[in-house]
């Protein structure tokens, strides 16, 4: 039953359940037991990139601090084949490497070793409370979030210039226990600018659930439903009409699409997409979402 439809044919259920519950139980828990929420998820964007340093082990903690379950990260590889968490293509704005390595211009990511990544600052530039973060490589982030419990949507970051990094995350991501059913059911989304990377990584594992970032013609949707779950554009193109137009198509798995949009950094914009209808709200500030949208 499509997601925020299904509020209406669920009212009689949540009725007979106790409003403290309802308000306590997370939007996930409704709809796993096949209830469904009035509101959006609210997924931190790189973590909850407003309050700590974006794609470090503080920005998800600080996210789950704050009572949040997802979470949005970049992943990208290194010159070693070292997957590592990270959202620029260079390490300049998020790291100290121009300090570290004066002479490696212009500091790709995909230039240098994980063991010299491991050895840069990848907070100080956020703030002095969090010099001495580190750019995380996959392993340890995946670790992280087994720790915290929470879900993770994962976004495959200028693919193009990573060959083969489909292939590559989803064997990392099956030998952290990340493509068993369970998570694949409920704690794991992949998604990529990239419409050719999101039709590889379905076919390499139908069951992963994917996302199109972007906005494609509402003429192209049927096309895109054939292998991605999610559209997920920019809050600027979200209206009621073009998230109507996704949700009346199904998925590869035979799922209403859904639409996450991004990266929505206050109340206003928030309301705004909640009643164009969107499924998933991904944010820097997650408590001004949650705030905002809360019914
Ligand atoms: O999740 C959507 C958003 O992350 C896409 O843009 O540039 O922040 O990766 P960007
Ligand atoms: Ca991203």
């Given at each position: 039953?499509?997601?925020?439809?299904?509020?209406?044919?669920?009212?009689g259920?949540?009725?007979g359940?106790s409003?403290?519950a309802?308000?306590?139980?997370?939007a996930h828990?409704?709809?796993?037991?096949?209830l469904t929420r009035?509101?959006?998820?609210?997924?931190a964007?790189?973590?909850?990139?407003?309050?700590?340093?974006?794609?470090?082990?503080?920005?998800?903690?600080?996210a789950?601090?704050l009572?949040f379950?997802?979470?949005?990260?970049?992943?990208q590889?290194?010159?070693?084949?070292e997957?590592?968490?990270?959202?620029?293509?260079?390490?300049?704005?998020?790291t100290?490497?121009?300090q570290v390595?004066?002479?490696?211009?212009?500091?790709?990511?995909?230039d240098?070793?994980?063991?010299?990544?491991?050895?840069?600052?990848?907070?100080?530039w956020?703030?002095?409370?969090?010099?001495?973060?580190k750019?995380?490589?996959?392993?340890?982030?995946m670790?992280?979030l087994d720790?915290?419990g929470?879900?993770?949507?994962l976004?495959?970051?200028?693919?193009e210039?990573y060959?083969?990094?489909?292939?590559?995350?989803?064997?990392?991501?099956?030998?952290?226990?990340?493509?068993d059913?369970?998570h694949?059911?409920?704690?794991?989304i992949i998604?990529?600018?990239n419409?050719?990377?999101?039709?590889?990584?379905h076919?390499?594992?139908?069951?992963v659930?994917?996302?199109?970032?972007?906005?494609?013609?509402v003429?192209?949707?049927?096309?895109?439903?054939?292998?991605?779950?999610q559209?997920?554009?920019?809050?600027?193109?979200?209206?009621?009409?073009y998230?109507?137009a996704?949700?009346?198509?199904?998925?590869?798995?035979?799922?209403?699409?859904?639409?996450?949009?991004?990266t929505?950094?206050?109340g206003?914009?928030?309301?705004?997409v909640?009643?164009?209808?969107?499924?998933?709200?991904?944010?820097?500030?997650?408590d001004?979402?949650?705030?905002?949208?809360?019914?």
């Open positions: 039953m499509p997601m925020r439809s299904a509020v209406a044919a669920a009212t259920l949540l009725l359940m409003a403290l309802l308000t306590a139980a997370p828990a409704a709809s796993q037991q096949g009035s509101t959006p998820i609210t997924i964007h790189r973590g909850a990139s407003g309050y700590a340093p974006e794609n470090t082990l503080a920005a998800v903690n600080t789950d601090k009572g379950e997802w979470v949005e990260n970049d992943v590889r290194t010159k070693d084949g997957l590592v968490v990270i959202h620029d293509t260079t390490l300049t704005r998020t100290d490497v121009e390595f004066p002479d490696r211009s212009p500091w790709n990511v995909r240098f070793t994980a063991k010299e990544i491991a050895r840069l600052d990848a907070g100080g956020f703030s002095d409370a969090y010099a001495g973060e750019v995380p490589t996959l392993d340890r982030y670790k992280n720790r915290t929470q879900r993770l949507l976004e495959l970051k200028s693919p210039l060959p083969g990094i489909e292939a590559q995350t989803l064997k990392e991501l099956g030998a952290q226990g990340w493509t059913r369970k694949l059911q409920s704690r794991l998604q990529a600018f419409a050719d990377t999101i039709k590889t990584t076919t390499l594992n139908p069951t659930k994917t996302g199109f970032l972007g906005n494609p013609k003429s192209d949707l049927k096309s895109y439903a054939q292998f991605t779950d559209i997920n554009p920019s809050y600027r193109a979200v209206t009621k009409d998230v109507d996704v949700h009346a198509l199904k998925g590869p798995q035979g799922k209403q699409m859904e639409v996450f949009t991004w929505v950094n206050d206003s914009t928030a309301r705004t909640d009643a164009a209808g969107v499924d998933g709200i991904i944010t820097n500030f997650p001004v979402v949650r705030e905002a949208t809360r019914n």
